[in-house]
């Protein structure tokens, strides 16, 4: 079941996505596989640290993964604040379909992407994770940013992982939203959920 991390009613959390990179932008799945931010992706990561600055930010934490942790600089850096890694926060492990395309996950495992259009949430990558997998660390992740004692914390992982951040959070229909890299969730207690963006 999904859960609030405090008991706090004034605890605000922001959920940011790394910016665009180069995988993203030819449809390669990464997991925890990396590649480097595209110049948009550096673009988006600048924009959302303007967003956010004055949303009153006390701690950035973010993803150990690269893509995730060069957009937590940039906002951090214009922020002021140092950006704290938790393992936790990385990407839902795809496993055996890291860096591929999805003709070739069709080539190489006929049929499983519908198996898993059916069972999302229970569905387990090929030497991967699932997302039950990742709901696990989502806690886990939310707990330790709990236990640091801040009011506004910026979040930057993923967008699978991101989902269930937003699960834990007590977003009912978490599975089923999408975080372009130029929009910022703004989850307050209660699971009130707003979506910031600089896009036009």
Request: glycine residues 12%; neutral net charge.
């Amino acid at each position: 079941m999904a859960r609030n991390p405090s008991n706090s009613p004034s605890l605000t959390v922001y959920l940011a996505r790394h910016g665009q990179t180069e995988w993203n932008a030819t449809g390669r799945r990464q997991g925890r596989l990396d590649s480097p931010l595209t110049a948009l992706g550096l673009q988006q990561a600048g924009q959302n640290a303007e967003l956010l600055s004055g949303e009153g930010i006390d701690a950035v934490f973010a993803s150990p993964l690269g893509r995730a942790g060069r957009t937590a600089s940039i906002i951090g850096s214009t922020l002021g604040l140092t950006v704290t890694v938790l393992d936790e926060l990385s990407e839902i492990d795809h496993g055996l379909w890291s860096g591929l395309t999805s003709g070739e996950i069709d080539a190489g495992w006929p049929g499983q992407r519908g198996v898993r259009e059916r069972d999302k949430f229970g569905f387990r990558f090929p030497c991967g994770e699932s997302y039950a997998d990742g709901d696990v660390r989502a806690g886990r992740a939310l707990a330790e940013v709990a236990r640091a004692g801040v009011r506004r914390p910026l979040l930057v992982s993923h967008e699978m992982i991101g989902r269930m951040l937003l699960r834990q959070l007590g977003v009912p229909d978490a599975l089923g939203t999408r975080q372009p890299s130029d929009v910022v969730y703004r989850v307050q207690t209660g699971a009130t959920v707003e979506r910031l963006t600089s896009a036009n």
